[in-house]
C-alpha cells in the first residue's frame, strides 16, 4: 500500500516553460487535493476534487490547472511557470465525508528560474 | 471564505514544559479542526483532530481544545521532549453537501531545547 505517491521529488523550470505535477493514490480516497508550502505562509489550498470529473478551486489557483479523470490520479498542471510559482506542492488525499484525515504525498520541490 | 490564523509563529519550550498554540478560524460552519505536524524534510501527518460536537480531547501528552463561540481552538503538548520539535499546523474544514475544503493556518516552529 503506497498510499499516495507524487512526482517528481525535485524540478527546476525556466520562466515561461508548462509541466505537470503528478499524485496517484491507492486508497480508493474520493477527495484529493494540492497545496503549496512557502515560508511562513503554511499550507494553501490550490484545487481540490471531491471525485471524479469533479474539481474546484482553492485558496491560490491563479496559474494552475487540474483534471480529475479517475478516481486514483490528480495532476496538477503549470501552463507558463512564474518564479512566484517556486515552493513545495504537496497533493493530499482523504476518504469522502465529515472529519477524515489527509494523508499526504511526500512533496515536489519546484524551482522556477 | 474560510480564514484561520495560527499563534505563535515561532515557539521555543524547555524539555519538559508545556506548549500550547493557538488558532482562530472565521467560518462558523466549520465542523473539523485537525492538527498536523510536519519533521523536517517531511509531509505533515495528523497527530489528534478534533470535530465541532465535541469541546476537548486528549491522546497521551497531546491534547486539543475548541470553543465553538469565540471561534478558536488549540493544541497543548506536556511534558515535551526532543522529538516534539517539529512545525505544527492546525487547520479547519467546512463540509457542504457533497464537498469538502480544508484550510490550514501558518504554522508553529515549535523547538524544545534539552
Known amino acids: 500500500n503506497a498510499g499516495v505517491t507524487q512526482t517528481p521529488k525535485f524540478q527546476v523550470l525556466k520562466t515561461g516553460q508548462s509541466m505537470t505535477l503528478q499524485c496517484a493514490q491507492d486508497m480508493n480516497h474520493e477527495y484529493m487535493s494540492w497545496y503549496r508550502q512557502d515560508p511562513g505562509m503554511g499550507l494553501r489550498l490550490i484545487h481540490y476534487?471531491?471525485?471524479?470529473?469533479?474539481?474546484d478551486q482553492g485558496e491560490v489557483p491563479n496559474g494552475y490547472n487540474v483534471s480529475r479523470s479517475t478516481t486514483e490520479d490528480f495532476p496538477l498542471r503549470l501552463l507558463s511557470a512564474a518564479p512566484s510559482q517556486t515552493s513545495v506542492y504537496f497533493c493530499a488525499s482523504s476518504s469522502q465525508g465529515f472529519g477524515t484525515e489527509a494523508f499526504f504525498g511526500q512533496g515536489t520541490r519546484l524551482t522556477v528560474v | 471564505g474560510e480564514n484561520v490564523e495560527q499563534h505563535p509563529s515561532t515557539l521555543s519550550v524547555q524539555e519538559g514544559d508545556s506548549a500550547v498554540i493557538k488558532c482562530t478560524y472565521s467560518d462558523s460552519a466549520s465542523n473539523y479542526f485537525p492538527w498536523y505536524k510536519q519533521e523536517l524534510g517531511k509531509r505533515p501527518q495528523l497527530i489528534i483532530d478534533i470535530r465541532s460536537n465535541v469541546g476537548e480531547k486528549k491522546d497521551q501528552r497531546i491534547a486539543v481544545t475548541l470553543n465553538k463561540t469565540a471561534k478558536h481552538f488549540s493544541l497543548h503538548i506536556t511534558e515535551t521532549q526532543p522529538e516534539d520539535s517539529a512545525v505544527y499546523f492546525c487547520?479547519?474544514?467546512?463540509?457542504?453537501?457533497?464537498?469538502?475544503?480544508?484550510?490550514f493556518g501558518s504554522g508553529t516552529r515549535l523547538l524544545v531545547r534539552p
Open positions: 487547520a479547519a474544514s467546512i463540509t457542504m453537501d457533497s464537498s469538502y475544503k480544508l484550510i
Open positions: 476534487s471531491v471525485g471524479a470529473g469533479i474539481t
